[in-house]
């Protein structure tokens, strides 16, 4: 399905009122007006177009931009449309080799009746963007069950595929200069209580490109998307404009809710579509259950401070600090948030203590005269948050 513009939402666009053009991002402007189908109605030069293609190309949104250009009846100058010209053929390259590759896999995983369900890539493409060359792709994120997962890591050896670093919830494996993510769950599960058997059961067979294979609810999918977006800490457009889409999902019926189990990660889908409604907001669908004014208005801060954030700076990080009060405050309050974070709050210490330690840990835990391997383990932790908090600061405060 291949969505028109949609007349926008209440939520006010934050390019038009909070942000000062000459402060966006170079190419940025340009970059907003296509993203959502509008024609660029100023004069453009030459090297705002080619900022413009840049941007996009960096911030993951090409596919969608040389799209929506295609529909407007902009005026380019010919050097402009040769450049367009290569990256539109590049681009159906890469779909179709990444096409290929995911309709290999899905056999492979229904012959072995392995059930899988392929996250983002040409499947979420061809599902919300509406055609697999219209979102990039770097990689294939294939999701199974618990259950199943040794099974599938046996079937991706015998696929030539070699084993790759792991955590939690997935594991990469590469073969060549193609990476597939085996997933067991969408995300950390320390993290985010996005309760995967439920999700499972929630899911309907589906097919791409006619092979049988399995998707999420409309309001799963909406929640994985956004906590994809938590995980990059909004910042590429590309993450964005996946929520954006993805809010036609939900749009369809205003009696729609989110499961019980994953109640709890309505403040993620709030924060996604108040962000993807004031960066695009003629691509987002009206979604009632998104708009509960109390969770609106407590998220209203952050929303805003990640979307200034988003059009005007570029590479920024938010600091270790900032990272767990952005995480505290999208967790429900109460004795929830307390369990989460006392939860999050052992799996570093646990790691900090079986992590191998080193000259620059006993440096650190002589400043208190600790010289013991067992002393030096228990404060290195606090060494590794300083080292972050150091290296990765993002430029702004988030709201309270």
Request: aromatic share 6%; glycine share 10%.
């Given at each position: 399905m291949r969505y028109g513009i949609a007349d926008p939402p209440t939520t006010t666009c934050m390019a038009d009122n909070d942000l000062i053009a000459p402060e966006l991002r170079p190419g940025m402007r340009c970059v907003l007006t296509v993203l959502g189908g509008q024609a660029v109605d100023w004069p453009v030069e030459e090297a705002e177009w080619e900022a413009a293609l840049t941007l996009a190309t960096k911030?993951?949104?090409?596919?969608?931009?040389?799209?929506?250009l295609e529909e407007t009846s902009a005026s380019i100058d010919p050097y402009i449309q040769a450049l367009l010209h290569d990256a539109q053929r590049q681009n159906s390259i890469e779909a179709f080799f990444w096409c290929g590759e995911l309709k290999?896999?899905?056999?492979?995983?229904?012959?072995?009746?392995l059930p899988v369900i392929?996250?983002?890539?040409?499947?979420?493409?061809?599902r919300v963007y509406g055609g697999v060359k219209m979102r990039t792709c770097r990689d294939?994120?294939?999701?199974?069950?618990?259950?199943?997962?040794?099974?599938?890591?046996?079937?991706?050896?015998?696929?030539?595929?070699?084993?790759?670093?792991?955590?939690?919830?997935?594991?990469?494996?590469?073969?060549?200069?193609m990476m597939v993510e085996l997933h067991r769950d969408v995300a950390d599960p320390h993290l985010f209580d996005f309760d995967i058997e439920g999700a499972w059961?929630?899911?309907?067979?589906?097919?791409?490109?006619?092979?049988?294979t399995w998707q999420f609810s409309p309001e799963d999918e909406y929640l994985f998307l956004?906590?994809?977006?938590?995980?990059?800490?909004?910042?590429?457009?590309?993450?964005?404009?996946?929520?954006?889409?993805?809010?036609?999902?939900?749009?369809?019926?205003?009696?729609?809710r989110f499961r019980p189990e994953v109640e709890r990660l309505c403040r993620h889908g709030v924060l996604g579509y108040s962000i993807a409604t004031q960066c695009i907001p003629q691509l987002c669908a009206q979604v009632p259950l998104l708009e509960d004014p109390k969770v609106v208005h407590a998220l209203g801060p952050v929303a805003k401070d990640f979307t200034n954030?988003?059009?005007?700076?570029?590479?920024?990080y938010l600091s270790w600090v900032g990272r767990q009060r952005f995480h505290v405050q999208l967790e429900t309050p109460g004795l929830y948030r307390l369990r989460r974070r006392c939860i999050h709050l052992w799996k570093m210490f646990r790691h900090g203590l079986g992590a191998d330690?080193?000259?620059p840990d006993f440096a650190f835990a002589g400043q208190w005269g600790f010289t013991r391997p067992w002393q030096v383990r228990v404060v290195r932790p606090f060494r590794v948050a300083q080292a972050i908090r150091l290296h990765r600061v993002r430029p702004f405060k988030l709201g309270r």
């Open positions: 911030e993951r949104v090409l596919p969608w931009l040389l799209s929506q290999g896999l899905l056999t492979a995983f229904h012959v072995e009746d392929p996250l983002k890539g040409p499947a979420l493409a061809e294939l994120d294939l999701l199974v069950h618990g259950h199943d997962f040794a099974r599938a890591q046996i079937l991706l050896g015998r696929l030539g595929f070699v084993a790759g670093e792991s955590n939690d919830f997935h594991q990469r494996w590469i073969r060549g200069a059961r929630q899911a309907r067979p589906t097919t791409f490109h006619g092979i049988p956004c906590i994809h977006a938590v995980r990059e800490e909004f910042g590429r457009l590309g993450v964005v404009l996946d929520v954006a889409l993805a809010t036609h999902l939900l749009g369809g019926s205003t009696e729609r954030s988003l059009l005007t700076e570029s590479d920024t330690i080193s000259e």
